[in-house]
């Protein structure tokens, strides 16, 4: 993964993490991983697997999905309303949104 990529996903699990309105040391504690590992996560300078942001992202209650695009997966077949939001520098608004 490329140091923007990771540094954009970084922001995108900080963005989602405080908009459940939780701080690093709970996320931590949920995911079993070191404050300092979320913080580096957070900050773009720790890569991790796909598998783990997308455990990370449904742990706060996302689709597990909304990382893919920050490792060139795939990511599952958008409504045209989201392809209409839809660009290289973030992933849909849809994905962002927690699930019901």
């Known amino acids: 993964m490329?140091?923007?990529a990771r540094a954009a996903l970084g922001r995108y699990l900080a963005q989602i993490r405080k908009a459940v309105g939780i701080k690093q040391?709970?996320?931590?504690?949920?995911?079993?991983?070191?404050?300092?590992?979320?913080?580096l996560i957070e900050e773009g300078e720790k890569e991790i697997p796909l598998e783990e942001a997308q455990?990370?992202?449904e742990q706060l209650g996302y689709d597990p999905n909304v990382?893919?695009?920050?490792y060139g997966a795939p990511?599952?077949?958008?409504?045209?309303?989201?392809?209409?939001?839809?660009t290289r520098e973030a992933p849909p608004a849809a994905y962002l949104?927690?699930?019901a």
Do not use: G, M
């Open 75 to 86: 990511v599952p077949p958008l409504t045209p309303d989201q392809k209409k939001l839809f």
């Open 67 to 70: 990382v893919n695009l920050f």
């Open 55 to 57: 455990r990370i992202a």
């Open 2 to 4: 490329e140091s923007n």
């Open 97 to 99: 949104q927690r699930k």
């Open 25 to 39: 040391t709970e996320l931590a504690k949920q995911l079993s991983l070191s404050i300092v590992a979320v913080s």
